[in-house]
């Protein structure tokens, strides 16, 4: 039974955050706190001063790997906000020459990915919230929206993943790849649901159209990943699958002869800001290629370097937009707005390596091990969305659960690359029916929400509908993979 002790700080981070509605923070540091408890009582689980001091150098470095992405991710949407950026974005896509359901699966294939992985911390929403309301009654629009947040793996320049490869001493470009194919399934199936909330005239027609430019995000995730571009792929794979939309829509225009209805090409705001990052993380591509020194830390099986990461171009490209000039109400809001965030991540990272230095993770990878892999294959996936909805993130959810899903992988061919996907796609796909997440799209909505007697409990009964169709999508992936192996 040492086992159900192992995974007890598991379960009390289950219990604070959905049955006492704790906020995020505070269960990860009482899941650490009584992981550290149970090494200093029961001597099942043992961790010596070496290993402590190994595993926190690790940590450290892995908070600061995210806090590098998260608070100039947060300043710079600070920064596009407040130079009315986002709301030249709102009013080209508003200004597209589509129908309502095509326009639909554009914003959630398209334009709510790129700005999402650019920034993350639902950013997206400020964009997709207002346009899908112009589109849809508010009931609808707001689930579409929630549907527009499932880049996560991807969110705020990969840093999902950058985390979950570093967790697991996975390359960053293997992780990505497979993460983009157990993900594969996820965005057609999101976008459709999202096409059809509409109640278009032709629902098989608008089906297909939806699956093509979900299937196109998919697409360019993996072309993307394959060829090493992690960080920057859910950016350029989003602005793609619009670029793809609007080419045809322009195709057909000329060869019918129509009036322009719409201005294809985005704003030059736009264009000049995501143009500053994308710049940014070229050039210093180009500079770690060209030899100039990285800056490296390194501690435990955790690195941090300083021109690998998008911290340096998110923050040059808001500098820049403000010629220069730092910003002090925008950043003194992103460190409010960041603060919680990094410290539940902290709390979960801090758990997650007690866990596994300890001990503890081999205890439940034993209890498993017996299990058939098919049954493993089901649970995998579970696992992973459990933990993004537990966190409301995928970054905290992989630094919770993803150790846990390598052990749990059956022996066989690269299965705990694969499991390490799974978790990462499954964290990811779940963070859209979070409390958290499901707050904000109600605080952007605002008014509307409440005149149409939107909740919280309307959108996450939806959320979970979705998630088990997305379930079902991930444990199809999960046992092709273990039947192959």
């Known amino acids: 039974m040492v086992w159900a002790i192992a995974v007890s700080p598991l379960v009390m981070v289950l219990g604070m955050i959905t049955g006492l509605r704790r906020p995020a923070h505070w269960a990860a540091v009482s899941g650490a706190a009584l992981a550290a408890v149970l090494i200093w009582w029961l001597p099942d689980f043992t961790l010596s001063g070496k290993m402590l001091a190994t595993g926190a150098g690790g940590a450290g470095l892995l908070v600061l790997n995210a806090a590098a992405v998260m608070l100039p991710g947060v300043y710079l949407s600070q ?37 999402e992985a650019l920034t993350g911390f639902g950013v997206s929403l400020l964009v997709t919230v207002p346009v899908l309301l112009a ?39 293997t992780l990505g790849t497979a993460t983009a194919v157990t993900s594969g399934l996820v965005f057609p199936l999101v976008t459709v ?42 950016v350029l794979a989003g602005l793609v699958t619009t670029a793809i939309g609007l080419a045809l829509v322009a195709v057909r225009r000329s060869r019918s002869g129509a009036e322009p209805g719409g201005r294809l090409l985005p704003p030059r705001a736009v264009l000049q800001a995501y143009g500053l990052v994308l710049g940014g993380i070229a050039l210093t591509r180009a500079a770690t290629a060209a030899g100039v020194p990285s800056l490296e830390l390194h501690a435990g099986n955790a690195s941090f370097t300083l021109l690998s990461s998008p911290g340096l171009p998110l923050l040059a490209a808001a500098l820049l937009l403000d010629r220069g000039r730092p910003h002090g109400p925008d950043a003194r809001a992103a460190l409010a707005r960041a603060g919680r965030p990094l410290l539940a991540l902290t709390g979960f990272v801090a758990l997650g390596r007690l866990m596994a230095d300890s001990g503890m993770i081999g205890e439940l990878g034993a209890a ?51 499991f390490a996907a799974l978790q990462n796609s499954a964290a ?34 939806f959320g979970l509908r979705v998630a088990a169709a997305i379930y079902a999508a991930l444990a199809t992936t999960a046992v092709i993979l273990v039947s192959c192996a």
């Open 79 to 115: 920064v596009l906000t407040r130079r009315e950026v986002h709301r030249s974005l709102q009013e080209w896509v508003r200004g597209w020459p589509l129908p309502g359901p095509a326009k639909i699966a554009l914003v959630v294939a398209g334009i709510a990915p790129t700005v």
């Open 368 to 418: 498993a091990a017996g299990a058939p892999p098919l049954v493993t294959a089901l649970v995998a996936p579970a696992l992973g969305m459990l933990s993004g909805f537990i966190t409301g993130s995928n970054v905290g959810g992989n630094a919770m659960m993803m150790t846990l899903q390598e052990h749990l992988a059956p022996s066989g061919a690269g299965l705990g690359t694969w």
């Open 193 to 234: 649901w999202a096409a059809l909330l509409a109640r278009p005239q032709h629902r098989f027609r608008t089906a297909v159209m939806a699956a093509a430019a979900g299937g196109a995000l998919s697409l360019g995730l993996l072309a993307l990943n394959l060829a090493g571009v992690v960080q920057p792929a859910g």
């Open 135 to 173: 589109l849809a009654p508010p009931p609808t629009a707001l689930r579409q929206a929630m549907l527009g947040m499932n880049i996560m793996p991807w969110g705020t320049l990969g840093l999902a993943t950058v985390i979950g490869a570093a967790l697991t001493g996975t390359g960053t470009a």
């Open 428 to 461: 990811g796909h779940a963070v859209f029916t979070s409390l958290p997440m499901i707050m904000l799209i109600l605080a952007v909505a605002g008014d509307r929400a409440k005149a149409a007697d939107v909740s919280e409990h309307t959108l996450l009964r």
